[in-house]
């Protein structure tokens, strides 16, 4: 629909049923070990990033989407969820898909006209516990850019990861000349709670270098 303003809104309905099996003998796991859960591949048949695993069996999924694309801000929501009917312990239990009925996703951005822009993903298990939550904000101009992002990860032994994420980063840049930009960088650990890395340095970069 269009608003009084002259922004276009769309609520959009998601719902697929999928099946899928794979052929041939198993191979060593050494390129889907991480698997990321979003609102990108809420609709598909194959949720893992590498060949070395692959869906098999029958699928469903389900959400709901809605946009409103306006002259000054532009933002959206996503609320969705995927049910196996067959088994899923291929899946580590942080990808949030490691049960018959996954955790419940729920993305959301917002982008100014003035180049500031939120996005957040978080996934909400069926105990209402947080399996992981991704904040990012980003502001850019002509001359300079930065942005700060918040991450939770639950710990989980299958992605070699004994304790939680919890960690807050902040990086930018700023445009000295033609080919030279000042970059920085800070990453602070909740858990440890300590910086865990800190970084300023120069970058030159034409049409075919970058030092």
């Not at 698997?35 to 695993?53: K, M, S, W």
């Not at 004994?162 to 602070?188: C, Q, V």
Request: glycine share 10%; charged share 25%.
């Amino acid at each position: 629909r269009g608003t009084a303003s002259g922004a276009t809104q769309l609520l959009e309905p998601i719902v697929q049923i999928g099946w899928s099996d794979s052929v041939g003998g198993s191979v060593p796991n050494t390129d889907s070990r991480i698997v990321e859960f979003d609102e990108g591949n809420l609709l598909t048949l194959a949720r893992f990033p590498g060949a070395d695993v692959r869906e098999k069996g029958l699928t469903s999924a389900a959400g709901l989407r809605f946009s409103h694309y306006g002259a000054r801000v532009d933002y959206g929501l996503t609320v969705g969820r995927v049910l196996y009917l067959e088994d899923t312990q291929t899946y580590s239990p942080a990808s949030g898909l490691s049960a018959s009925a996954s955790d419940w996703l729920i993305a959301a951005g917002l982008t100014f006209d003035t180049a500031l822009s939120l996005d957040t993903r978080a996934l909400i298990g069926a105990d209402a516990e947080v399996t992981k939550w991704d904040t990012r904000l980003d502001y850019a101009r002509d001359q300079y850019a930065f942005g700060t992002t918040y991450s939770y990860v639950v710990a989980d032994a299958r992605e070699d990861r004994d304790t939680p994420i919890n960690e807050f980063t902040f990086d930018g840049e700023m445009k000295l000349a033609d080919s030279w930009t000042l970059i920085g960088e800070y990453r602070h650990d909740f858990n440890a709670d300590q910086a865990t890395r800190a970084g300023l340095g120069v970058k030159f970069q034409n049409e075919c270098t970058r030092v």
